[in-house]
């Protein structure tokens, strides 16, 4: 009965979060409100203390997330933007696994050198959740934050694959760099087919044997969807492969699996539904979860350390802080590189002025928040050495992650705003290819209506045929008025505009009209609940497909 508590204990959290967020008169990230939420239910009084099992985290919240990131990442800039997201996926990780080992190794002698290349392993991932969550919705230019999503993408797997090599270094005492590397290739290329492959067998078997593209309950694809994910992982790692990777593959490749674009609409609505609920239980739960843990790992570190004096604590908060400022300057240098290669490269095709923005170049520095799988990773780390003998620095090393963890979301907190301030996003590129796509299937729709006109009508009399061409022009009205607020005039299209908000405005007031009227109904009891949710389904979906069209 403890676990069934803890759960909902943890669900009503996750929705208090979302509450709490609106009703706060100030602004606040919902990731840090989860955090503190978490925080607030480690206190002792309370009685509320959840393990953090690393293996269990790992299997159970971030292959769902991961596959819903895949799933909903733009494809085509994602692989526009291949060369720098690869660059801070795999250069910066590896980058930041030496160099930042070794500077705390020096810094923290106790720390032996291969837990430092595990803590810095461990802290080189970053989390575009809490990123989003910190820095809002189209605050970031669309271009940026794509290569900061896939960079969180890519950058799990090649840091937890750096993190099990140390682990290995630490536990043996032996490393190959050569075989690090061949490992490597196998395991992230290994696990992108694995989940590519799963994605694939899921879309075969459904559109083959379970009939889920005709029309019938749609529960069963939905469920099918969200195993994708956990068969993906388990799958990849039975074979020493990189489940994330796999998770991750396997979210992609459902844009391109026929069962996406075949499944009957009420399967797709409830799909994306569902799996919007998903991401928000699991990303609210992971935070506080990590807030759960802070107030074990910070405190009871800080509390030791200040019954031995107040310089071993203030020894402690400087190791967070100079590893904190380590991994910023690595990151600084690295963007500005990068960058700056860029510009070298464009200036040699006459692009003029094609230098690296100081402010691009720190928003993407401070952007690099981390998140749960930096703790998850960190606190995989062996106990014990094969000799029996604790790991040296392991205590020290969970420390040191727990609090760059927080200090990264606290700086992106506060920083993030002011840089984003008056930056000038400029218009939005897919503007035109949205309108372009608008047009066409307009046109389209209007094609269809005429077609089927004339084969329904052929053989009527004059009366149906009058009715059919009526019932046609109705319907062709609306692509045609949508059409006009495409027209390149101004005058067309302002009054198409204003006709249709009008619409809008009627059509919104309609439906609140027969909602109300149904209340009315069943609370009469001239109609009973089976009959009421099936019409208020109809006028939510009317309602919805309006208003998204609208937005």
């Known amino acids: 009965m403890e676990i069934v508590f803890t ?38 009084r309370l009685g509320l203390h959840v393990a953090f099992d690393p293996e269990i985290f790992m299997l159970l919240f971030i292959p769902p997330l991961l596959f819903a990131d895949g799933w909903r990442i733009p494809k085509r800039e ?4 291949r060369r720098a997201i690869l660059m801070l996926a795999l250069g910066l990780v590896f980058m930041t696994v030496l160099a930042v080992g070794y500077f705390v190794h020096a810094l923290v002698p106790q720390i032996s050198l291969p837990v430092a290349f595990a803590l810095a392993a461990v802290l080189s991932p970053t989390d575009a959740v809490a990123l989003s969550g910190i820095a809002g919705n189209d605050k970031i230019p669309g271009r940026l934050m794509h290569i900061l999503e896939g960079e969180a993408l890519m950058n799990d797997a090649s840091g937890l694959v750096a993190l099990k090599f140390a682990i290995a270094a630490a536990l043996t005492g032996t490393f190959s760099l050569r075989d690090a590397s061949v490992s490597f290739v196998i395991i992230a290329a290994g696990g992108l087919a694995v989940g590519a492959a799963v994605s694939a067998a899921f879309s075969f078997a459904s559109t083959r044997f379970l009939n889920l ?6 529960a069963p694809g939905v469920v099918m969807t969200m195993l994708i994910p956990f068969a993906a992982y388990l799958s990849a790692e039975r074979f020493a492969l990189s489940g994330i990777l796999a998770a991750v593959s396997a979210g992609m490749m459902m844009n391109y699996s026929s069962i996406a674009h075949t499944w009957q609409v009420a399967s797709r609505v409830r799909t994306t539904s569902t799996w919007t609920m998903i991401e928000f239980v699991f990303n609210g739960m992971v935070f506080i979860m990590l807030g759960l843990q802070f107030p074990h790992i910070l405190g009871r570190a800080l509390l030791d350390a200040h019954e031995t004096s107040d310089a071993r604590v203030a020894l402690l908060i400087g190791y967070i802080v100079a590893v904190a400022i380590a991994l910023y300057a690595m990151r600084f240098v690295w963007v500005w590189l990068l960058r700056w290669f ?14 690296p923005g100081l402010r691009m170049v720190s928003v993407t520095t401070v952007a690099g928040v981390r998140g749960a799988v930096t703790l998850a990773g960190v606190l995989s780390l062996p106990e014990l050495l094969p ?17 760059v963890i927080l200090l990264s979301l606290l700086v992106a907190v506060a920083a993030l705003p002011l840089l984003l301030r008056g930056w000038r996003r400029g218009k939005d590129p897919h503007a035109a290819e949205e309108a372009l796509a608008r047009t066409l299937a307009a046109q389209a729709a209007i094609r269809a209506v005429g077609h089927l006109r004339d084969s329904e009508s052929a053989d009527l009399e004059e009366s149906a045929q009058a009715y059919a061409t009526d019932v046609t022009a109705r319907v062709m009205d609306l692509y045609r008025r949508r059409l006009a607020t495409l027209d390149d005039e101004q005058a067309p299209r302002e009054l198409a505009r204003r006709a249709d908000a009008l619409e809008f405005r009627m059509r919104i007031a309609a439906m609140r009209a027969e909602r109300k009227t149904l209340l009315d109904l069943r609370d009469s009891q001239r109609i009973n609940d089976e009959t009421l949710n099936k019409l208020m389904r109809e006028v939510d979906l009317s309602e919805t497909a309006l208003t998204a069209r609208n937005r």
């Open 7 to 44: 759960v909902l204990i943890l669900l009503l959290a996750v929705a208090a979060s979302g509450v709490l967020t609106r009703a706060l008169p100030f602004k606040l990230p919902l990731p840090l409100v989860q955090i503190a939420i978490g925080a607030i239910l480690a206190w002792p």
């Open 78 to 81: 994602f692989f526009m933007a």
């Open 213 to 218: 593209t005709e029309e019938g309950d749609p």
């Open 342 to 355: 860029a510009s070298r490269g464009a200036a040699k095709h006459g692009v003029a002025n094609a230098v």
């Open 387 to 403: 000799n029996g003998t604790p790991l040296p620095g392991r205590d020290l090393a969970i420390f040191i992650a727990s609090g």
